[in-house]
């Protein structure tokens, strides 16, 4: 999403105006303004800090960068891992094959 499309969607939802963006986020409402009124599509890594810890939003969602999926937490991961040791534990030999097959092509689709 390109940064001036952010800021407007941010207003929109929390029904904020360009100067408490802009006090939230210790910035100078010129700075967010002309960020609108240019429609900027990059920001600069000092505003997209700023405006981070101001909003309460990740850098990634100010940049405009893209996850494919929300990052997994270690402690989530090891427990996925657990469940997924288990539920492979209870497969036929034939069933643990097969699902062996889905991860292969899965991981190969993800190269791509």
């Known amino acids: 999403m390109d940064f001036y499309i952010f800021l407007e969607k941010i207003m929109d939802e929390r029904n904020l105006s360009i100067p408490d963006i802009a006090r939230m986020s210790e910035l100078s409402d010129s700075t967010v303004r002309s960020a609108i009124d240019r429609k900027q599509k990059r920001v600069a890594l000092d505003v997209a800090l700023k405006?981070?810890?101001?909003?309460?939003?990740?850098?990634?969602?100010?940049?405009?960068?893209?996850?494919?999926g929300k990052p997994i937490a270690e402690d989530e991961l090891s427990q996925i891992k657990k469940e997924f040791i288990e539920f492979v534990s209870t497969l036929t030999d034939e069933q643990v094959e097969r699902v062996h097959e889905l991860v292969r092509t899965a991981l190969r689709l993800g190269e791509k």
Request: net charge neutral; glycine share 12%.
């Open 51 to 68: 405006l981070s810890a101001g909003l309460n939003v990740p850098v990634e969602e100010i940049s405009g960068y893209k996850q494919k």
